[in-house]
T-cell receptor
């Protein structure tokens, strides 16, 4: 089955700086790569996703890049704000519509 | 109102007890999932269902069972709870068709003493 590894497990950044989270996957058949944000006491919520036919996607301050050859994808958050503090999960999926999740990254934005 | 609801939100029980966690959705989605979240392990798939007559085991189905009572309802049962089933449980839904996006409920925190 798919194995997704996520790094780092914790990340502390100064407000206004950028944050980068990296994930690798094992199954070359995976073609969908979402990122979820989980705030305290809530369920994960999709913030951005990318499909294997695209190398980069951007939505305001967040962006995701995908390198299919190397089997890794990354989340980039620019101009971090206190409300960006949360746990972030990457995931990978193929045409079976099941998601395999990374272990999560706890992001803390320092004021 | 929330699109995906879970009951109860918190539950404390004792070893050996039977527990049912319920999930309801108003999104009209065909697909429903149950995940378990443990610190440092991300979310692990327990069971999933692509329609009312379809039930499939996920990565960690041992000790769990499910029931898809209707398109909108998907229940997770622990027949005889044990302490290492203490975790946060999430239900999720997704639409059929060429999409993988899943929508999560708020979670149930289960403690087995």
């Amino acid at each position: 089955g798919e194995n997704v590894e996520q790094h780092p497990s914790t990340l502390s950044v100064q407000e206004g700086d950028s944050a980068v989270i990296k994930c690798t996957y094992s199954d070359s058949a995976s073609n969908y790569f979402p990122w979820y944000k989980q705030e305290l006491g809530k369920g994960p919520q999709l913030i951005i996703d990318i499909r294997s036919n695209v190398g980069e996607k951007k939505d305001q301050r967040i962006a995701v890049t995908l390198n299919k050859t190397a089997k890794h994808f990354s989340l980039h958050i620019t101009e971090t704000q206190p409300e960006d503090s949360a746990v972030y999960f990457c995931a990978a999926s193929s045409n079976d519509y099941k998601l395999s999740f990374g272990a999560g990254t706890t992001v803390t934005v320092r004021a | 109102d929330a699109d995906v609801t879970q009951t109860p939100r918190n539950r404390i029980t004792k070893t050996g007890k039977r527990i049912m966690l319920e999930c309801s959705q108003t999104k009209g989605h065909d697909r429903m999932y149950w995940y378990r979240q443990d610190p440092g392990l991300g979310l692990q798939l327990i069971y999933y269902s692509f329609d009312v007559k379809d039930i499939n085991k996920g990565e960690i189905s041992d000790g769990y069972s499910v029931s898809r009572q209707a398109q909108a309802k998907f229940s997770l049962s622990l027949e005889s709870a044990i302490p290492n089933q203490t975790a946060l449980y999430f239900c999720a839904t997704s639409a059929s068709g060429a999409t993988n996006e899943q929508f999560f409920g708020p979670g149930t925190r289960l403690t087995v003493l």
